[in-house]
């Protein structure tokens, strides 16, 4: 039992944070499929561009996505600079997978 369950008691309060912490983990598992599947995704990428000896990273495209997301996180009422922080970390993964699987293609 978290601390906070045990200053809560019975509590209707205890009640409501169980069912937002419910919620929250359900996103957390929907969040963890979703980056799987983009990651799928992005290693296709990463082959496609091995196989056409592109470059693993595109700074023009990331420049868009960047822009693009900020947007989306300023509609959503989430902080633009956390989402650019996020996507960025993702986007150096990217570009880490897509460095690897040049390297096995030997480009």
Request: proline share 4%; net charge negative.
């Given at each position: 039992?978290?601390?906070?369950?045990?200053?809560?008691?019975?509590?209707?309060?205890?009640?409501?944070?169980?069912?937002?912490?419910s919620s929250?983990?359900?996103?957390?598992?929907?969040?963890?499929?979703?980056?799987?599947?983009?990651?799928?995704?992005?290693?296709?990428?990463?082959?496609?561009?091995?196989?056409?000896?592109?470059?693993?990273?595109?700074?023009?495209?990331?420049?868009?996505?960047?822009?693009?997301?900020?947007?989306?996180?300023?509609?959503?009422?989430?902080?633009?600079?956390?989402?650019?922080?996020?996507?960025?970390?993702?986007?150096?993964?990217?570009?880490?997978?897509?460095?690897?699987?040049?390297?096995?293609?030997?480009?």
């Open positions: 039992m978290s601390e906070a369950e045990t200053r809560l008691g019975e509590s209707e309060a205890l009640q409501e944070l169980k069912a937002l912490r929250i983990d359900n996103i957390d598992a929907a969040l963890i499929h979703m980056l799987a599947e983009r990651f799928r995704c992005t290693q296709q990428v990463g082959v496609l561009k091995a196989t056409n000896d592109l470059p693993p990273a595109d700074p023009a495209r990331e420049k868009i996505q960047i822009e693009r997301l900020r947007r989306l996180a300023a509609d959503a009422n989430l902080d633009p600079d956390f989402a650019e922080k996020f996507l960025n970390f993702i986007v150096r993964e990217v570009i880490r997978h897509h460095e690897a699987i040049a390297a096995e293609a030997g480009n």
